[in-house]
């Protein structure tokens, strides 16, 4: 058989495969690529399996930088927020890993919306899962008068610098 003719073979093959939608429910296929290239290579009977194989790699590190909104004089750092989006709360848990001792604390719009449309997850109960203090509009007046800490203090001795 011509090479042609193989291929022309191939392709009629690859007509007669269930829809893509079968494929994707049999083979877990998350892109019509995917399905495409499996029928190819079922069609001209090369023995490859799909995703069967995992492997580990390094995402390299990098170092970001963080403006708190205002820190008090007794060490307390106040974050504002009307919209609370995932972005900014992965940053917080990162900032929370990197320096557990920095006292950062929320002042909301409003603690009770939701993180997001379908999460029962308010700004309030995300800051509570993680240790994080919150308030609705304003900075709480036992916050402002609230005594300085040592080691609230030495936390941002440590941990911030100030901006170029």
Known sequence: M???????????????TPTSK????IEGYRS??????????TA?????????????????????????????PNGIII?????????DRKKHKLIKLSHPDLDIRFVFSN????IGKKSKTTYGIWCEQ?????????VPREWLFELPCPKRLAANSAALFHKK
């Open 130 to 138: 993680l240790g994080f203090q919150f308030a609705k509009l304003f």
């Open 44 to 72: 001209l009977e090369v023995p490859a399996h799909y995703e069967q194989y995992k492997l580990n790699y390094e995402v390299p590190a990098r170092t970001a930088t963080y403006t708190p909104d205002f820190i008090l």
């Open 2 to 16: 011509t090479p042609a003719a193989s291929r022309a073979q191939a392709i009629s093959r690859v007509a007669r």
């Open 79 to 87: 974050e504002t927020k009307g919209r609370f989006v995932t972005e």
């Open 111 to 114: 603690p009770n919306t939701k």
């Open 32 to 41: 019509g690529l995917e399905e495409k290239v499996a029928a190819q290579l």
């Open 22 to 25: 079968q494929r994707g429910l």
